[in-house]
């Protein structure tokens, strides 16, 4: 094959992560993350970070890499992630980007321009969308560029975050992003699609046993190292709700958290779904209707024929 760089998309949950290892191993490559909150150190857990026999197979990148009071978001994450692929081809090897925040995905493979960013004005920001009256004065502000996208009303980090853009620059974001359907040359694009109706059960049994390894701990340290007066960290999913969980006195026991959390990350793969379906044109999908066996090396198997090995 050629140089390409694979990039393996799809919903939690969707075996990217053991796909892109096995892969990886097997073509002699190297694994970057593509995910917003994998990177933290300390949130191994609720993040799904990739496990002891993946790490085994292949080196990973941006990964268990920051402490989690550093910022990161797409304008950080695209120049790393550049820099990762150039250092892995110039070691002859093949760069494997996998993961499914999709924002991160699509900048760099299709490209928009980066927004333009000022610490001071994003501190303030986030300490003002930390309420819901903050984020009412916020949204009315962004309103005076249009119509908010449905995200802005449920994501206060997004909403700052918009903001901040359109006070330095007069713009929406969206209004300033370079909206391609071209990909970059470079890239060779998979999207992993499961069926929904499946994978909301197997969202169910993974969050029963993310919270049997210690979710609950790991949130209760995290939040003694800070978590909750973090700028990007404190946005991971689940996290807010174990910490309310935990400040209430665990009311409803584990079994009512667990259902909480469950349902949290169903709605999110279903937006990862929909993002997925519509925003990666040129990408070859991967439909898995068929959760019996070895499902992440039929996937494997199946990009392998793809690229013709």
């Known amino acids: 094959?050629?140089?390409?760089?694979?990039?393996?998309?799809?919903?939690?949950?969707?075996?990217?992560?053991?796909?892109?290892?096995?892969?990886?191993?097997?073509?002699?490559?190297?694994?970057?993350s593509c995910d917003s909150m994998q990177i933290y150190k300390g949130l191994a857990i609720g993040t799904a970070q990739p496990g002891p026999e993946e790490l085994a197979m292949a080196p990973h990148h941006l990964v268990n890499q920051?402490?989690?009071?550093?910022?990161?978001?797409?304008?950080?994450?695209?120049?790393?992630?550049?820099?990762?692929?150039?250092?892995?081809?110039?070691?002859?090897?093949?760069?494997?980007?996998?993961?499914?925040?999709?924002?991160?995905?699509?900048?760099?493979?299709?490209?928009?321009?980066?927004?333009?960013?000022?610490?001071?004005?994003?501190?303030?920001?986030?300490?003002?969308?930390?309420?819901?009256?903050?984020?009412?004065?916020?949204?009315?502000?962004?309103?005076?560029?249009?119509?908010?996208?449905?995200?802005?009303?449920?994501?206060?980090?997004?909403?700052?975050?918009?903001?901040?853009?359109?006070?330095?620059?007069?713009?929406?974001?969206?209004?300033?992003?370079?909206?391609?359907?071209?990909?970059?040359?470079?890239?060779?694009?998979?999207?992993?699609?499961?069926?929904?109706?499946?994978?909301?059960?197997?969202?169910?049994?993974?969050?029963?046993?993310?919270?049997?390894?210690?979710w609950v701990e790991e949130c209760r340290q995290a939040l003694a190292q800070g978590l909750a007066n973090t700028p990007t960290a404190w946005q991971a999913l689940g996290y807010r709700d174990i910490a309310e969980f935990l400040r209430q006195g665990e009311p409803g026991g584990q079994e009512a958290l667990q259902e909480l959390l469950a349902n949290r990350t169903i709605q999110y793969a279903r937006r990862q779904l929909t993002w997925f379906r519509h925003q990666h044109p040129g990408a070859i999908t991967i439909p898995v209707n068929d959760f019996s066996g070895d499902v992440a090396g039929r996937i494997h198997d199946e990009i392998l024929k793809e690229l013709h090995l």
Request: aromatic share 6%; hydrophobic share 45%.
């Open 1 to 32: 094959m050629d140089n390409a760089t694979l990039v393996i998309l799809g919903p939690t949950c969707s075996w990217k992560s053991a796909a892109a290892a096995r892969l990886a191993h097997d073509l002699g490559g190297e694994v970057i």
């Open 66 to 214: 920051l402490d989690i009071q550093a910022p990161w978001n797409v304008n950080l994450f695209v120049p790393a992630a550049k820099d990762l692929i150039s250092q892995i081809q110039r070691r002859g090897r093949h760069a494997i980007l996998a993961g499914g925040t999709g924002l991160y995905a699509r900048a760099l493979v299709y490209g928009f321009s980066l927004m333009p960013s000022d610490p001071a004005i994003a501190a303030a920001l986030r300490e003002e969308s930390a309420t819901p009256e903050g984020c009412r004065r916020l949204r009315a502000e962004l309103s005076q560029a249009g119509e908010l996208p449905e995200d802005l009303a449920r994501n206060p980090r997004h909403l700052a975050r918009a903001v901040e853009v359109f006070r330095l620059t007069g713009k929406a974001p969206w209004e300033l992003q370079q909206k391609n359907a071209v990909p970059a040359p470079g890239f060779r694009q998979f999207c992993i699609l499961p069926d929904f109706t499946l994978l909301k059960e197997r969202i169910r049994l993974r969050t029963k046993k993310m919270l049997e390894e210690g």
